[in-house]
């Protein structure tokens, strides 16, 4: 069969509308784990709606990484489970169609969407980190309350832990501060005061605490010696992260990595350390995962046709019982290869491996006709 065909263009056009409802849906179930954070950044430290719609934009290419694997097999699910139900499949089948012969339109979704995948992986979720953290670097440089939060360490500034116990929103003053400055080799100080306040200054680079009734407890650990100064007011400068990354500047994180960047250390990395099998693994798994929208898409096609003597609910069922199979080899493999112990070229492809074999023995019964044997499966009244 041609791709051009009546049969193939309306099975595939049948694929995008539960697709784009699946991505949508999934998206706002992942943001829901960011909310409380947006929420608090609007309520509390004014942050504009711009800002917050960039936050969300940003974090979206990490969330579709999984999103769009699990929103192809949902929505080829969908789809066959529908055409079972209203009798289409039969009607193919009477028409001299063979469950085979409707591959062609699944293999160009699945295809399509495990493109999507790859670019998310390797370039969107790159983009996406790299500008949050640019995001957040400004934010913090033009609201700098907006980094701090009540009872809560912050470790944000090198060489600094900073401590606030209560945050006044209408006067932005600091109540009960602890500082920690480790900056200075041998030699800690620790600052206590009453009542503080964040201070802009014209170096966008650093911000300055105005600190009020406090006292200062200095130890060298080198001469085992503590000093003690009590003030009214004392100005201490914070130096603010810098999110720009250079070659020669720390280690990127593997979320912050394009695709260049990880042939890049591996065609340059001298040793062969738990960071290096950690990225490559990390390198693997993002093809497997992109790959995965073609083993989970070619799964759900015979999960529809199989179920469709069921109750309607079962094949979603089944296709979440799979993914949750799915994932779970897959987290099993990315423990033993960051050790080093196994090779992540091969483990991190087993999930797509096994996911492959349930697939063709789902054909297998699908090409007789056959369907699930789960009369046992009716005992259970609620189901």
């Known amino acids: 069969m041609k791709f051009n065909s009546i049969v193939n263009r309306y099975i595939f056009k049948e694929f995008i509308p539960p697709f784009f409802i699946n ?13 409380l954070n947006i929420m608090n950044m609007v ?33 080829i699910l969908l789809t066959f489970m529908r055409m079972s139900g209203d009798n289409e499949v039969i009607a193919l089948r009477a028409g001299g169609l063979s469950i085979y012969s409707l591959l062609v339109p699944v ?38 309350n907006a980094g701090l939060k009540e009872r809560v360490f912050n ?13 006044d929103m209408a006067t ?14 041998n030699l800690v100080n620790t600052i206590v005061a009453a009542r503080g306040n964040l201070i802009s200054t014209q170096d966008s680079a650093t911000a300055l605490v105005r600190l009020l009734d406090g006292i200062i407890n200095q130890v060298n650990l080198k001469d085992r010696s503590v000093n003690s100064i009590k003030f009214g007011s004392y100005d201490f400068r914070l130096e603010l992260p810098s999110p720009k990354l ?31 099998y950690s990225l490559l693994t990390k390198y693997h798994n993002r093809y497997a995962i992109a790959f995965s929208c073609i083993a989970l898409g070619l799964l759900a096609v015979p999960l529809g046709v199989l179920s469709s003597g069921l109750k309607g609910s079962f ?34 492809w087993v999930p797509n491996a096994v996911i492959l074999l349930i697939t063709g023995y789902f054909f297998y019964r699908s090409a007789d006709n056959r369907t699930f044997d789960l009369s046992w499966f009716h005992r259970f009244k609620y189901f």
């Open 23 to 35: 991505i949508v849906f999934l998206v706002f179930v992942f943001l829901m784990a960011k909310i």
């Open 43 to 75: 309520i509390n430290y004014d942050v504009g709606l711009w800002e917050i719609l960039q936050v969300i934009l940003y974090s979206i290419p990490y969330f579709l990484v999984f999103i769009i694997p699990m929103s192809t097999m949902f929505s």
């Open 107 to 144: 293999f160009c979704f699945c295809i399509i969407t495990a493109g999507l995948t790859f670019g998310m992986a390797f370039y969107g979720t790159p983009w996406g980190r790299l500008a949050l953290k640019e995001l957040t670097y400004q934010v913090a440089v033009s609201s700098l």
């Open 155 to 167: 470790t944000n500034f090198k060489g600094i832990t900073l401590y606030v116990t209560h945050i």
């Open 172 to 185: 932005k003053d600091l109540v009960d501060v602890f500082i920690e400055d480790r900056r200075t080799h």
């Open 246 to 276: 250079t070659k020669k500047g720390r280690r990127k994180n593997h979320v912050e990595m394009y695709l260049s960047d990880f042939k890049h250390y591996f065609k340059h990395s001298k040793q062969k350390d738990s960071h290096y």
């Open 315 to 348: 094949g979603l069922v089944l296709g979440v019982l799979f993914l949750i199979l799915y994932n779970s080899i897959m987290s099993v493999g990315k423990m033993f290869c960051e050790t080093g112990d196994y090779p992540p070229s091969i483990v991190m």
